[in-house]
C-alpha cells in the first residue's frame, strides 16, 4: 500500500541488476533488456521433474533425485541461478533492497500458477534465517517473497511456522554432504497444529543442493505437514 | 508516477525567483516557451508538466508567504509588544538578542528582532510583554556591505525592537514543558562545558556542537573564515551524520531491529534539531537523515542526490523565503556539489586511498560554494583542502565527544567531564593546524564581489559539466565547460588594478562618524586616506576592510593619515596590520604626535616606510595623475591636530578633488587662493562643524560637489545646518555618507559620476 509513495519519494533511476539509467520503481525494478535475458534463461534447459534443477542432457530426473528420491512433492524456480538471477537476490540481500521481493514475489507466483502440478497449497511458510543473519540483514528475504506470494496467490502465510533452533555456518563455502550436516536438526515447527494436514509451500531464495529445503520439508511432514511443495527465485543447475 | 526530485527542486526554485523578483514578462516567456517545446516534442510533455507545475506552485507559495518589502516603515520611540519568544536567546556580554512572534495582524510587526542591552532572563517559548523602540535597521551603508536589513526581511522581521532596561520586559508565561525540558538539557550541558574547558575551547566546542559563535574570538573567527572550517560552526550533515552514527551503535548494543533503530534514529534526530533551533542546514541534514533511514527501513535505493532535492523541495514548500538565506544556499550547494563531483572526481584516481577522499571532499564542496563565497565574503580559500584534510576526523571525534558529554551531562558531571578533557585536546590540535594553514603562502586570496550575473553563469557552466557526464550525447560539452569554469575562477582571481583602468576614483566610505576615503588612480594605484574610527565597534575590521575586500584590493600603494583623531585613525591602524600597504604618509608636522603610537608600532611590526608630508610636495603618482600637499606646513607645531591635518588635492585633468581631514575655517581659508576654481568635489572639513564653516572659500573654489562623512544622527550635531545652507548657496550638490551611505564619483578626466549607495530622499 505503501509502495506507490515510497517510488515517488525513492525514485529508482537506473536498472537495479545493469545500472542503466531509466525510471524503475516497485512494479519495474529492471530494464526490459535484463528482462528478456531472464525470460531467455528459463528456457535454456529442461527442468528435473522433482527438484526443478536445470539439466542439460534433457534426464526426466537429476541424478540426485535418482538416487534419493526427495521427501517434497515438486521445486520449481523461477529461472537458473545466473545473472541476472544471481545479482538480483544479491541486491535484495546484501544491499538491503527489499522493493525487489515485490516483483520477485510476483514473478514467483506466477510459475506457480503456470504449473499445475503444485496443486491444492492451504499455508506458505518461508524458510526461516539465523538470527545473526537477521541482526545484520534486518530482515528475512524469504519471509518478504513468501508474503508477496501468499498476496498474489490469496494464501495465508506463516512465517513463524518454522524456526531455526541454532545458528549454522554460512552454506556458501561448503560441500554437499557438510551443508547437510551442518543442517541436521536444524529447523523445527513449534506449533505443530498449525502445518498438521495441510499442504505447505515452502518458500526460499534458492535452490542449490536442496539440503536445507530438505530438511526443512523433513520437519514440516514430520510435525504432520501432508504435502510440501518448494518454490525459490532461481535455482542450480545439475546432471 | 515517477518523479525526478533534482529537477522539481529547480523549478520549485525557479518559481520562487520568478515571484521574488516579479519577472511576469519571463514567467510568460517561460510558458509559452514549454507549451511550444511541449506541443512540438511530444516525448518532452511529462516533464514539461511537472516542471511548470512545480514552477507555478513555487511563484504561489512564494506570493502567498512573503509580503512584499515595505518601504514605509516608520520608526516608533515607544512600542508595547507581547508574544512568544521564537528563537533561543543569545547574550554576548553585552546584549540578548532574540526573536519574537507577536501575532500582530500587519505582517511587518508579526515578527520582531529583539534587542535587549542587558541580559534578559527568558527562555524560548516564553510568552513575554515588551516595550521599548520600534526600529528598522539600517540599510547597508557600503556596496558589498551585508544586507542585514534584507537577511531579517527575508525572515519576515521588519523591525528592532531596542529595550533599555529590564524593568520594560515582562514574563506573562513559562514556556511549554517539553520545550523547556529540551533548552533546560542543552544550558546544562552548555553550563558543564564552560567549567570543564578553558574559555575558548569551550566556545569553539559549544560552537561545534549547537551550531553558532557565541564566545568565539573575532579574530579567532577570522582564521577559521580564511582556512575554510567555517563550516564546523553552521551544523549540518557532519554533525547529523555523527550524530546519526552515534545513536545507531547505542540502539544496536541494545538489539533493536530496523524498526528500533529508525524509530530511535528519527527522534535523536528531531530533539537534536529543537535543541539547535532548526537552523537551515540542521533542516536539510535532518530531512536527508530521516529519508535516509526511511529508505534503509523500507529497502529502497536512497541516491543522496535525491534525498538532497527532496529534502530542499520540502524546506522550499515550508518556507520558500529561506531560498535567498545564505546559510541554506550554502549548505545545499556545498552538499551537492559532495553528492554530483564527488563521485566524479574519484574516477580519475585508479588508486583508492582514504587520503584522496578526504581531499576530494572539501575540493568538491569548495567548487561547488566558490562563487557564493566570493559573493559574500570575498575570500577564496585553496588551503582549506589541507585543512579539511586534517580537521574532518579531529572535530568529528569532538563533536562525538561532545554529544556523549552532553548525553552524560544529566547522569554525572564528573563522567561527562572525563569525556570533555579529549575533545579540548582535538580542539587544541585543530587550533595548530588552522595557524598553521593559515601562515602558508596562498592560503587564502581575496577577491572582489562576482556580479549575481557571474555567479549564475558559474552554476549554469557547472550544471552543465554535471549533465553532460550523465548523457552520452551531452558528452562533447564536458572538456569546455570545465575550461570554462576554469576561466571563471582566473577573472575572480584578478587584481583589482586591472578594472576601470583609465578613471580615477574617490570613494567615501560609510564609516559613521569619522572619515575613509579610497583613491584609485587611473593606472590602478589605490591610496586610503583616513580609516574612520569609533570607541563602539572595530570600524577597521567591520567596515574598512570589507569593502577593500569587496572590491577585491589585496594591497594599498599609499595609506594616508590627516591627522591622529580616533574617528580617522584608529580603522587605518587596523588596515595597515592587515593588508600589505607599501607607504604611510603622515603629516610632517604631527610626527611626534602621541596619539600616533599605535599606528607607528604596527607600521614598525610589518615594516612599511614612513613618508612625511608637508606643503609645497606634489607627489605625481603617474603621468597626469597628482596628489599635491596643500597644508601642513613642514614645521608649524602651533596648534591641535585638526589645525595641522593635512590637506590634499588630486588632479586628473579636468577632475579635482579636495580632501581636507578636519582643518577649521582659517586653514581652509588659507589655501583658497592656491586652488584654481573650479573644483570637481570638496571634502567638507571636520564633518561639517561650524568650526569649519567657510563661505567665502566655497564660492571661490566653485565645487560641482561637496561631500559631508558623518555618522546618523550623531551627538556632536555635524553636519551644522549652517554649513549644509553655506554650501547650498554656493551652488555644490551637498552628499552625505549618513544620509545616502558610501558615495563614489568615477571620472576619465572630462567628465564624472557620483554614485550613492542609498537612494537619495526626494
Known sequence: MLDPILDVLFPQGACCICRKPGRYGCRQPWCQECLDTMIELQKSGSNCERCGKYLAEGNALCSDCQSHPPRFDIARAVGPYEDPYRIAIKVLKFMGRKYLASQMGRMMAQTIKDEPRFGQIDLIVPVPISKSSLQVRGFNQAALLARKIGKELGIKTECGALTRTRDTPNQTDLSKEERERNLACVFQVPDSTKVEGKNILLVDDVYTTGATSKECTRALLDAGASRVCIITWATGRGF | MWIYWPAILLSLALGICLAYFQAWFWTAVLAATAVVAGAVRSQYRPHLIAGLAATVVGIMIYSWNVAPFPHDLEEQPRFEASGRIDSIPTYDGEKSVFLLDTGDSSPYKHRLRVVCLFEADFQRGDTVHLEGQLKPPRPPGNPGQFDFQAYLANQGIYYNLNIKKAANA???????????????????????????????????????????????????????????????????????????????????LSGAGSKGRFIAGVSGL?????????????????????????????????????GLSLSGAIILLVDPALLFDLSFQLTMLATGGIVCLFPQMRTLFPRRSLLIDLALIPISAELAIIPLVAYHFNILTPGSIITNIGTTYLSGAAVILGFVASLLSGVSSSLAALFLYPAGMFIQLILAIVAGVKALPGAYLYVATPTVLGVSLYYAIMTLA??????????????????????????????????????????????????????????????????????????????????????????LDMVISTHPDLDHVEGLTKVIAEMPVTCLGLPAS??????????????????????????????????????????PQKENNDGDSNQNSLILLLGYERFTALLTGDVPAEELVSIGDRVSPPLTILKLPHHGSKGSLARGFYQQVKPAAAVISAGLDNPFGHPHPQVVSAVQESGARILRTDLQGAITIRSNGHEYQIQTQIASPP
Open chain 2, 170 to 252: 515582562h514574563l506573562l508565561s513559562s514556556a511549554p514543558p517539553l520545550i523547556s525540558w529540551i533548552d533546560s538539557q542543552r544550558s546544562r550541558a552548555e553550563k558543564l562545558v564552560r567549567q570543564v574547558l578553558p574559555a575558548e575551547e569551550a566556545a569553539i566546542l559549544l560552537g561545534m556542537i549547537w551550531g553558532g559563535r557565541t564566545g568565539i574570538d573575532d579574530r579567532q573567527y577570522e582564521d577559521f573564515q580564511k582556512t575554510g572550517i567555517v563550516h564546523l560552526f553552521s551544523v549540518g550533515g557532519l554533525h547529523v551524520g555523527f550524530l546519526l552514527v552515534l545513536i545507531n551503535w547505542l540502539v544496536s
Open chain 2, 270 to 306: 528531531l530533539l537534536y534539531g529543537t535543541m539547535v533551533g532548526w537552523p537551515p542546514p540542521v533542516m536539510r541534514a535532518v530531512l536527508m537523515g530521516i529519508l535516509g533511514l526511511l529508505a534503509y527501513l523500507s529497502g529502497r535505493e536512497n541516491g543522496l542526490l535525491n
Open chain 2, 466 to 555: 554535471f549533465i553532460s557526464l550523465r548523457i552520452e550525447a551531452w558528452r562533447a560539452m564536458f572538456r569546455p565547460a570545465v575550461g570554462l569554469c576554469f576561466i571563471w575562477l582566473m577573472v575572480l582571481v584578478l587584481p583589482a588594478q586591472f578594472f576601470n583602468r583609465g578613471q580615477v576614483e574617490v570613494v567615501f566610505i560609510d564609516v559613521g562618524q569619522g572619515d575613509a576615503i579610497l583613491v584609485k588612480s587611473p593606472g590602478g594605484r589605490f591610496i586610503l586616506v583616513d580609516g574612520g574610527g569609533s570607541q563602539f565597534f572595530d570600524v577597521g575590521a567591520d567596515v574598512v576592510l570589507p569593502y577593500l575586500h569587496h572590491r577585491g584590493i589585496r594591497n
Open chain 2, 590 to 631: 604631527l610626527a611626534e604626535a602621541e596619539d600616533y603610537q599605535a599606528l607607528y608600532d604596527t607600521a614598525a611590526q610589518r615594516q612599511i616606510p614612513i613618508v612625511y608630508l608637508y606643503a609645497g610636495q606634489s607627489l605625481q603618482l603617474e603621468e597626469d595623475f597628482h596628489m599635491d600637499v596643500m597644508h
